[in-house]
């Protein structure tokens, strides 16, 4: 084998090697980009219910309004007996979708 046809091989080897590598680094970003979206999207819609929740917790005097802001500061993210709240919107249903499809490729 010549050094020319040597360093072609080479050269193959990476690029078939490189190339999956920059296409799950696509996928990833854009997994990110989505995620971010429906991080955004679903703050939007809670974040009025949680101030909500916030005042009614501050309206009772009884209750410390720095307790009724720690308490409430993470209302919608779900725990364990509250679903996450607005799972369900579109730019959420297609950062799961991707998520699955980033992990399927693994």
Do not use: W
């Amino acid at each position: 084998m010549t050094p020319q046809t040597r360093a072609a091989v080479f050269a193959a080897a990476v690029l078939a090697l490189a190339l999956p590598a920059m296409a799950l680094a696509d996928a990833a970003s854009h997994l990110a980009t989505l995620e971010a979206k429906c991080a955004h999207d679903r703050e939007a819609k809670i974040k009025p219910l949680r101030d909500a929740q916030i005042a009614k917790c501050k309206a009772d005097k009884a209750n410390d309004p720095e307790h009724c802001e720690h308490f409430f500061s993470d209302y919608g993210n779900g725990g364990r007996r509250t679903p996450r709240l607005f799972g369900d919107l579109p730019s959420c249903v297609a950062a799961a979708k991707a998520r699955t499809a980033l992990q399927a490729d693994d």
